[in-house]
């Protein structure tokens, strides 16, 4: 009876894991809806054009579309944002050991709850691979490392049903304008302190401190 009582929990335990990782899914295709009406761009007559900046693995959008959106940000001059890259830790080890397939799965697993975790906070692009940047908007160096290092947190506590374990996350930052007021140096110096991050992993690094 011991070992059945057990059997039920671990398979309530999954249930529940499945259903937590369907709903995150479900709302990030929401937020995907939403993000592609404000993609959608009229001409004078009066017809649509959607402009496709996602990625193809998760649907979020892409590094082009990041890229937009930090530019027209820089334009604007009124209030600070922070430019967070995030990685994931020793992801070569994880595709060898499970598999292409099953790696990506893990890849739009974290797409989702990345998603979740930041919602009203962040906006989320998948640059490419197991590479994901943030914009947090409003946000200075300090208040993002605060907030991004509970999201790091809640990643090593969530479980990935294809991976049949957690996995950690190393985040590197560059605010605007504390550390630069041009985009692309900005997303250089947020990729230099993930690399920085990455040394100690599951850390937030800001450039262009030392973890």
């Known amino acids: 009876?011991?070992?059945?009582?057990?059997?039920?929990?671990?398979?309530?335990?999954?249930?529940?894991?499945?259903?937590?990782?369907?709903?995150?899914?479900?709302?990030?295709?929401?937020?995907?809806?939403?993000?592609?009406?404000?993609?959608?761009?009229?001409?004078?007559?009066?017809?649509?054009?959607?402009?496709?900046?996602?990625?193809e693995l998760t649907s979020l959008p892409s590094l082009k579309q990041f890229e937009?959106?930090?530019?027209?940000?820089?334009?604007?001059?009124?209030?600070?944002?922070?430019?967070?890259?995030?990685?994931?830790?020793?992801?070569k080890s994880?595709?060898?050991?499970?598999?292409?397939?099953?790696?990506?799965?893990?890849?739009?697993?974290?797409?989702?709850?990345?998603?979740?975790?930041?919602?009203?906070?962040?906006k989320v692009y998948h640059r490419s691979g197991d590479e994901f940047l943030l914009i947090l908007e409003n946000t200075t160096s300090k208040e993002a490392q605060l907030f991004l290092t509970r999201v790091i947190a809640e990643v090593k506590a969530e479980n990935f049903p294809h991976l049949g374990k957690t996995i950690s996350i190393s985040i590197g930052t560059a605010s605007f304008p504390e550390h630069s007021k041009d985009p692309a140096t900005l997303k250089e110096q947020s990729n230099k302190a993930m690399l920085k991050a990455k040394e100690k992993k599951g850390s937030v690094v800001i450039f262009p401190s030392k973890p």
Request: net charge negative.
């Open 1 to 55: 009876f011991g070992r059945s009582s057990a059997a039920e929990k671990d398979a309530q335990r999954f249930d529940q894991q499945k259903a937590g990782v369907s709903d995150a899914i479900t709302k990030l295709r929401g937020h995907i809806k939403i993000l592609s009406e404000r993609l959608i761009e009229l001409d004078p007559d009066g017809s649509a054009e959607v402009v496709q900046h996602t990625h």
């Open 68 to 91: 937009i959106d930090i530019d027209d940000m820089a334009k604007s001059d009124d209030h600070p944002f922070t430019v967070a890259f995030v990685d994931i830790d020793n992801f």
């Open 94 to 122: 994880i595709n060898s050991r499970i598999g292409h397939g099953k790696a990506d799965d893990v890849i739009k697993h974290l797409a989702a709850f990345l998603v979740e975790a930041t919602f009203e906070r962040a």
